[in-house]
């Protein structure tokens, strides 16, 4: 089982930034990826970043040059950090760790930080 804590979410001023950490803990059996998917009220859920075990990372086009994602591998964290922040990225950003096995997939969530932009 592995659990996920985000934090680093708040409000601020559109063309700020903000940094958002998900710590992991617990036990998994292979960790494939860990990432940032966000929803805004009424859409569904969408992929923001991800950074798979190589350390190749993939971007939605819509934060491609503002966000990066990184991780601590001794930490068992990843990081978003999130610059020149718009109203459209407000949503709930929920970090996402992906566990692959020969025999399974599954996605551990966490419970999710609220963004904020106000114009």
Known sequence: QVQLVESGGGLVQAGGSLRLSCAASGSSLGIDSMGWY???????RELVAIIISGGTTTY???VKGRFTISRDSAKNTVYLQMNSLKPEDTAVYYCNLREVTPFS????WGQGTQVTISS
Do not use: E, F, N
């Open 105 to 108: 997939k599954y996605d551990y």
């Open 60 to 62: 939605a086009d819509s």
């Open 38 to 44: 966000r929803q805004a009220p009424g859409t569904q």
